[in-house]
Protein backbone atom coordinates (compact mmCIF):
# COMPACT_ATOMS: atom_id res chain seq x y z
CA UNK A 1 0.00 0.00 0.00
CA UNK A 2 2.56 2.29 0.94
CA UNK A 3 4.00 1.67 -2.80
CA UNK A 4 0.56 2.09 -4.59
CA UNK A 5 1.16 5.98 -2.13
CA UNK A 6 3.97 6.50 -3.37
CA UNK A 7 2.94 6.58 -7.08
CA UNK A 8 -0.27 8.04 -6.46
CA UNK A 9 1.63 11.03 -4.68
CA UNK A 10 3.96 10.99 -8.47
CA UNK A 11 0.23 12.11 -10.00
CA UNK A 12 1.07 14.76 -8.54
CA UNK A 13 4.76 15.82 -9.21
CA UNK A 14 5.21 19.04 -11.61
CA UNK A 15 7.54 16.73 -13.80
CA UNK A 16 5.64 15.07 -16.64
CA UNK A 17 8.37 12.24 -16.95
CA UNK A 18 7.78 11.29 -13.32
CA UNK A 19 4.03 11.37 -13.50
CA UNK A 20 4.20 9.29 -16.63
CA UNK A 21 5.93 6.88 -15.02
CA UNK A 22 3.73 6.53 -12.02
CA UNK A 23 0.65 6.23 -14.61
CA UNK A 24 2.00 3.56 -16.29
CA UNK A 25 3.45 1.91 -13.12
CA UNK A 26 -0.49 2.07 -11.51
CA UNK A 27 -1.65 0.59 -14.36
CA UNK A 28 0.72 -2.40 -14.15
CA UNK A 29 0.13 -3.27 -10.68
CA UNK A 30 -3.81 -3.11 -11.38
CA UNK A 31 -3.54 -5.42 -13.97
CA UNK A 32 -1.86 -7.79 -12.40
CA UNK A 33 -3.37 -7.35 -9.36
CA UNK A 34 -5.34 -11.15 -9.94
CA UNK A 35 -2.24 -12.81 -11.10
CA UNK A 36 -0.87 -13.87 -14.51
CA UNK A 37 -3.64 -15.92 -15.78
CA UNK A 38 -6.09 -13.13 -15.34
CA UNK A 39 -3.75 -10.80 -16.74
CA UNK A 40 -3.54 -12.72 -19.88
CA UNK A 41 -6.94 -12.87 -20.55
CA UNK A 42 -7.68 -9.09 -19.34
CA UNK A 43 -4.99 -8.45 -22.79
CA UNK A 44 -7.20 -11.50 -24.82
CA UNK A 45 -10.32 -9.04 -24.09
CA UNK A 46 -8.50 -5.96 -24.55
CA UNK A 47 -7.72 -7.54 -28.49
CA UNK A 48 -11.04 -8.79 -29.15
CA UNK A 49 -12.04 -5.12 -28.88
CA UNK A 50 -9.53 -3.76 -31.09
CA UNK A 51 -10.79 -6.41 -33.52
CA UNK A 52 -14.33 -4.97 -32.80
CA UNK A 53 -15.70 -8.22 -31.46
CA UNK A 54 -17.22 -6.53 -28.48
CA UNK A 55 -19.86 -9.71 -27.82
CA UNK A 56 -16.80 -11.76 -27.34
CA UNK A 57 -14.95 -9.69 -25.40
CA UNK A 58 -18.05 -8.99 -23.22
CA UNK A 59 -17.70 -12.51 -22.43
CA UNK A 60 -14.35 -12.80 -21.45
CA UNK A 61 -15.17 -9.87 -19.09
CA UNK A 62 -18.21 -11.26 -17.29
CA UNK A 63 -16.36 -14.57 -16.70
CA UNK A 64 -12.91 -12.35 -15.45
CA UNK A 65 -15.13 -11.20 -12.69
CA UNK A 66 -16.87 -14.31 -12.62
CA UNK A 67 -13.38 -16.05 -11.60
CA UNK A 68 -12.29 -13.18 -9.58
CA UNK A 69 -15.05 -10.69 -8.07
CA UNK A 70 -12.37 -8.90 -6.42
CA UNK A 71 -10.08 -7.91 -9.70
CA UNK A 72 -11.28 -4.54 -10.26
CA UNK A 73 -9.80 -4.16 -13.50
CA UNK A 74 -11.69 -6.32 -14.71
CA UNK A 75 -14.91 -4.04 -13.99
CA UNK A 76 -13.30 -1.35 -14.91
CA UNK A 77 -12.67 -3.02 -18.95
CA UNK A 78 -16.54 -4.18 -18.68
CA UNK A 79 -16.85 -0.76 -18.00
CA UNK A 80 -15.03 0.24 -20.87
CA UNK A 81 -16.38 -2.24 -22.59
CA UNK A 82 -20.73 -0.85 -22.74
CA UNK A 83 -19.26 2.59 -22.48
CA UNK A 84 -18.36 1.46 -26.32
CA UNK A 85 -21.84 -0.41 -26.83
CA UNK A 86 -23.33 2.36 -25.79
CA UNK A 87 -24.81 1.57 -22.73
CA UNK A 88 -24.12 3.52 -20.13
CA UNK A 89 -26.14 3.05 -17.60
CA UNK A 90 -24.44 -0.46 -17.19
CA UNK A 91 -20.93 0.82 -17.98
CA UNK A 92 -21.52 3.64 -14.29
CA UNK A 93 -22.72 0.71 -12.45
CA UNK A 94 -19.00 -1.13 -13.09
CA UNK A 95 -17.02 2.03 -12.66
CA UNK A 96 -18.88 2.16 -9.29
CA UNK A 97 -17.84 -1.59 -8.40
CA UNK A 98 -14.41 -0.44 -9.54
CA UNK A 99 -14.52 2.51 -7.16
CA UNK A 100 -15.13 0.17 -4.57
CA UNK A 101 -12.58 -1.82 -4.50
CA UNK A 102 -10.21 1.07 -5.92
CA UNK A 103 -11.35 4.87 -5.02
CA UNK A 104 -8.05 5.87 -6.59
CA UNK A 105 -8.74 4.68 -10.11
CA UNK A 106 -8.84 7.56 -12.32
CA UNK A 107 -9.89 5.89 -15.22
CA UNK A 108 -13.22 4.39 -13.60
CA UNK A 109 -13.39 8.00 -12.15
CA UNK A 110 -12.79 9.34 -15.81
CA UNK A 111 -14.80 6.98 -17.47
CA UNK A 112 -18.34 6.99 -14.78
CA UNK A 113 -17.74 10.81 -15.89
CA UNK A 114 -17.92 10.32 -19.47
CA UNK A 115 -20.62 8.27 -18.94
CA UNK A 116 -22.45 10.54 -16.94
CA UNK A 117 -21.78 12.99 -19.54
CA UNK A 118 -23.19 11.15 -22.08
CA UNK A 119 -26.12 10.86 -19.86
CA UNK A 120 -26.62 14.58 -19.62
CA UNK A 121 -26.37 13.92 -15.69
CA UNK A 122 -23.39 16.81 -16.20
CA UNK A 123 -23.68 17.64 -12.16
CA UNK A 124 -22.74 13.81 -11.28
CA UNK A 125 -19.86 13.75 -14.21
CA UNK A 126 -18.58 17.15 -13.19
CA UNK A 127 -17.93 15.11 -9.38
CA UNK A 128 -16.29 12.31 -11.38
CA UNK A 129 -14.24 14.80 -13.31
CA UNK A 130 -13.23 16.41 -10.23
CA UNK A 131 -12.21 13.65 -8.47
CA UNK A 132 -10.41 11.79 -11.55
CA UNK A 133 -8.72 15.28 -11.01
CA UNK A 134 -7.86 15.23 -7.14
CA UNK A 135 -6.12 11.84 -8.07
CA UNK A 136 -4.29 13.08 -11.50
CA UNK A 137 -4.11 17.21 -11.62
CA UNK A 138 -2.39 17.43 -14.49
CA UNK A 139 -4.57 15.25 -16.92
CA UNK A 140 -6.16 17.78 -18.99
CA UNK A 141 -9.05 16.00 -20.45
CA UNK A 142 -10.76 15.87 -16.97
CA UNK A 143 -10.81 19.66 -16.81
CA UNK A 144 -12.13 19.64 -20.63
CA UNK A 145 -15.07 17.73 -19.72
CA UNK A 146 -15.27 19.64 -16.79
CA UNK A 147 -16.10 22.67 -18.46
CA UNK A 148 -18.01 21.04 -21.44
CA UNK A 149 -20.57 19.94 -18.29
CA UNK A 150 -20.86 23.31 -17.54
CA UNK A 151 -21.77 24.65 -20.39
CA UNK A 152 -24.48 21.94 -20.98
CA UNK A 153 -25.81 23.59 -17.72
CA UNK A 154 -25.83 26.87 -18.27
Request: charged share 25%; aromatic share 10%; hydrophobic share 35%.
Amino acid sequence: MEKIQHLLDNLKSESSGIRSQATGKLWEIWYQEAGEAAESELHRGEELISDNRLNEAEQVFVDLIRNYPAFAEAHNKLATLLFLKRQYEDSVVECEQTLKMNPHHFGAWNGMGMCLYQLARYEEAIKSFEMACRIQPYADVNRGYIGRCRGKLN
